[in-house]
Each structure stands twice: as C-alpha cells, then as structure tokens.
C-alpha cells in the first residue's frame, strides 16, 4: 500500500498571516512538522500543499518536496483532494501545518491495517483534555465517538452534557487525518451540508451523509498554534522537555 503524507499550508489566514513560517525556537513552524512526518517509516513520500511562494521557498529551504496548490480552497481536506489528483498513492494522511508537537508515535495511529486500495475510509486523530478551560474554549473541538472508535459527533460545545455522570474524559480533536481516495472523491463531490455550515466542520461532510470516519484516541500532547500567543506555550513546553531530556 503505498501511503504519502501531506501537509497543507497557507499564507492567508485571517487570524494569522503567514502562519506556517512563524518561528518556534528559532525554526519555522512547517519545519517542525515536516520533521516529525519525515520520521514516519510507513510514508513513501511527505509533501508541504501550498499556494504560497514563499512557503514554497522556505519548505525547499529545509529539503521538503512541494506541491502547489490553486488559492481559492475553503478547507485543507479540498486542498488534499487537489494534491490527490495529482499523485498518485492508496492511503492520503494530512497532518495540519499547526501542529508542531505531534510525534511519529501520534502520527502514526490513524492508519489502518489491512486497508485495500478501493474502500472508503476516513480516520483523524483524538486526545484528551487536560484543562478544564480548553474544553470550553469554541476553538477546540470536542469529538464523541462509539465503542469502535466511529465517530458519532462532533461541536465546539462540550459534548457530552455531564447529566447523568461526572466521570467523563473529554475528548479534542488532533490535527491529523487518513483519507482513501474513495473518500477524498466522495469529499469533493458531496455539497457542504447545513450541519457543517454551522459548526465550520468539515468533518460533517461526512457524518451528515451517514458515511464513517473514526476517531482514535492517541494520547498525545497536542498544542495546535491558532494565533501568536499559543507560540508562547509551545515554546515553553519544548524548553521544559529538553530540560527533562
């Protein structure tokens, strides 16, 4: 099975410019990235999905293969599909731009055994909470999922309400996600559903659709970087982490 993995990256973001060049330590953060993916034996190839130039400059900088992608994608999932007509592989695995901390360990959890070139499969990444605070946070998403790992919701809100129980861990979303190309056509070809409008998930795509994604609870650590303030902590972690090391 031929499995490569991608990492999406845009200069545009409205809340951040130029997001993926904005230095941890003293390195870009795509970097930090690139690394950790580079080190996942199963990937043939890993590529940075850009419409910038000088992402692209940078990414070729630090030895990465690129792909450049049109401008006018809404989500990093359509901007996987236009890499996936263009490179040919069985298994697409996406690991966000943002996420500077996930290790191999973490990455390689959302791919299946015994995948054949023709199903349909989706599967992203979860971990706990450990702050009480992000589970409130809008900005995190909270993923509810079955006995099997299928994933059955997901919402900014905390979910599920703690009604009958207090003895739940909640679960967030981890910025890493394995799509068939089954999956990805499906993706393109299915309009956004009225549940994904609200939530801003594109997730709902296909849950709205009765089709399954599954979730996998990695238990990592995980601190995705929205805007320039969340540098601060990741920063802070990787100086706590060489100081253990």
Not at 23 to 32: A, E, F, R
Not at 117 to 126: E, G, T
């Given at each position: 099975m031929k499995i490569i993995c991608v990492i999406p990256a845009r200069a545009e973001s409205s809340r951040f410019f130029e997001k993926p060049l904005?230095?941890?330590?003293?390195?870009?953060?795509?970097?930090?990235v690139y690394d950790h993916c580079k080190e996942v034996e199963l990937f043939e190839e890993v590529y940075v999905a850009t419409d910038s130039e000088k992402i692209k400059v940078a990414a070729e900088k630090f030895g990465a293969k690129v792909v450049m992608?049109?401008?006018?994608?809404?989500?990093a999932t359509e901007r996987l599909y236009e890499v996936s007509t263009r490179i040919e592989a069985d298994l697409y695995v996406m690991v966000n731009g943002d996420e500077p901390l996930l290790t191999r360990e973490a990455i390689i959890q959302c791919i299946p055994d015994g995948l054949k070139?023709?199903?349909?499969?989706?599967?992203?990444?979860?971990?706990d909470f450990s702050n009480p605070v992000e589970v409130v946070d809008a900005t995190n998403l909270k993923i509810v999922t079955a006995k099997d790992d299928r994933c059955l919701f997901i919402s900014r809100s905390p979910i599920p309400y703690p009604k009958g129980a207090m003895d739940y861990v909640f679960h967030k979303f981890v910025g890493v996600g394995a799509f068939t190309r089954k999956a990805l056509d499906f993706y393109h070809n299915t309009p956004r559903g009225p549940i994904e409008k609200i939530e801003e998930n594109d997730?709902?795509?296909?849950?709205?659709?009765?089709?399954?994604?599954?979730?996998?609870?990695c238990h990592c650590k995980s601190l995705s970087v929205d805007n320039r303030k969340d540098i601060d902590g990741v920063e802070a972690y990787l100086r706590e982490l060489n100081?253990?090391?």
């Open positions: 904005a230095l941890i330590c003293g390195k870009p953060m795509i970097q930090w992608t049109r401008s006018d994608h809404d989500t070139a023709d199903d349909f499969f989706v599967s992203n990444l979860m971990t997730s709902f795509r296909f849950l709205e659709n009765h089709m399954p994604i599954y979730y996998y609870n100081k253990q090391a």
